[in-house]
């Protein structure tokens, strides 16, 4: 059985960091994809970073401006999310996804998202 399981959303004030981890067990981690998305309320979900293979260098969403860095340990099976100079703004549901397909789809493997609220 696929999981995907996140962790270290929180409350933290405008300029903070946080440190999000997805651990995943029952696919082929090393083979797949891997990205982050995101939605906040009354929103569509949004991606926010991701590898599109193990090997390859990390894609972001224009609105990270160099505050996100994406990293995966594929010993561990586990990728994270390492957010500096939270904003308002990057409140919302965090999710990773995992898939063969670049980027992942809703048909493709999900956890079951971690909350992020920055307050001002």
């Known amino acids: 059985q696929v999981q995907l399981v996140e962790s270290g959303g929180g409350w933290v004030q405008a300029g903070g960091s946080l440190r999000l981890s997805c651990a995943g067990s029952g696919l082929p981690f090393r083979s797949y994809g891997m990205a982050w998305f995101r939605q906040a309320p009354g929103k569509e979900r949004e991606f926010v970073a991701g590898?599109?293979?193990?090997?390859?260098?990390?894609h972001y969403a224009d609105f990270v401006e160099g505050r996100f860095t994406i990293s995966r340990d594929n010993a561990k099976n586990t990728e994270y999310l390492q957010m500096n100079s939270l904003k308002p703004d990057d409140t919302a549901v965090y999710y990773c996804a995992a898939g063969p397909r670049w980027p992942p789809t809703v048909n493709d493997y999900w956890g079951q998202g971690t909350q992020v609220t920055v307050s001002s």
């Open positions: 590898f599109p293979w193990s090997g390859s260098i990390p």
